[in-house]
């Protein structure tokens, strides 16, 4: 995450009103952010280059680590939309 931070300051401004219909943005499931701290962070260089809308796609291949209860999911999603509104 680091590495992403670092670059916020050279990302260009895309269109006002983008969204992102594939990101993995919720903390601690698959590939993405491990933190909700992490999330955030993710989540402010989206506004900053105009990113208006995101949808959360994490993983779900049954039968590996990668299958997440819904539960989860929704903790994380709660969690996140609870930070940013």
Sequence with gaps: ???????????????????????????????????????LALARIYQATGITTIVAT???LPGTAWAPAAS????GVAALNGELR
């Design 72 to 75: 989860r999911v929704l903790e």
């Design 58 to 60: 994490p993983h779900f």
């Design 1 to 39: 995450m680091d590495d992403i931070r670092a670059q916020e300051d050279t990302m260009p401004n895309v269109r006002e009103g983008f969204l992102d219909i594939h990101t993995h943005i919720l903390p601690g499931l698959d590939d993405g952010p491990k933190t909700l701290e992490e999330s």
